[in-house]
């Protein structure tokens, strides 16, 4: 299969899987999620995004693992849209050119993330952590090159997703220890 009907297969699992309604978990899933989120650069964001995407009460590390790549895949794909309408409306060319470095950036950490998402469906778990892993540059770079630069929105969406692949990370670390 393409690249394309990959995509398509797994954007499909992302529409059905924002119609369940989200639930708390148990204490052992809290204190997984605790524990997973003591290793983020942002403990509160992490901890509300595990719990508004819970979809049973018991999750295990596969679960969460699951709730973060789901999130860091649909966060890239909205901040890349984000940076393409920012690019395509800025005047002046320097600034365009730094879009258009932003914008190969996020979509080779699409990529991967994709390569990411249907190695979790095969659960190789080991692969997966290697294609996040490789997420983690190209957002870093696109945070550094608009550091010095006022930027409302990319910024935080940066700070959003080095928080999402941290998480995808620590959750998935746990299911191959």
């Known amino acids: 299969m393409d690249f394309i009907h990959w995509f398509l297969i797994f954007s499909e699992w992302l529409i059905v899987l924002s119609f369940i309604q989200p639930t708390l978990g ?14 983020t650069p942002d403990y509160e964001f992490c901890t509300n995004v595990f719990n508004k995407n819970l979809h049973s009460p018991i999750t295990n590390a596969v679960g969460l693992t699951q ?3 789901t999130r860091s895949l649909e966060n890239s794909t909205n901040t890349r849209i984000f940076i393409q309408k ?4 800025e005047k002046n060319k320097e600034m365009r050119d730094l ?6 950036g996020y979509r080779a950490a699409m990529e991967v993330l994709i390569n990411a998402a249907l190695e979790f469906a095969s659960r190789n778990y080991r692969i997966m952590l290697n294609f996040v892993s ?3 540059k190209p957002i ?8 010095g630069i006022i930027q409302i929105g990319l910024k935080e ?5 080095e928080i999402l692949i941290s998480m995808t990370l620590a959750s998935g670390r746990l299911i191959v220890t």
Do not use: H
Not at 26 to 39: E, F, S, V, W
Not at 86 to 89: F, G, P
Not at 99 to 104: F, H, M, T, V
Not at 141 to 146: S, T
């Open 157 to 161: 969406r940066n700070r959003q997703m």
């Open 134 to 136: 490789e997420s983690e």
């Open 140 to 147: 870093s770079d696109c945070q550094k090159i608009f550091s």
């Open 26 to 39: 148990d204490d052992p899933t809290q204190a997984l999620i605790n524990k997973i989120c003591r290793q």
């Open 67 to 69: 709730i973060a790549l």
């Open 99 to 104: 879009y258009e470095i932003c914008n190969a």
């Open 86 to 89: 920012k690019e395509a409306s």
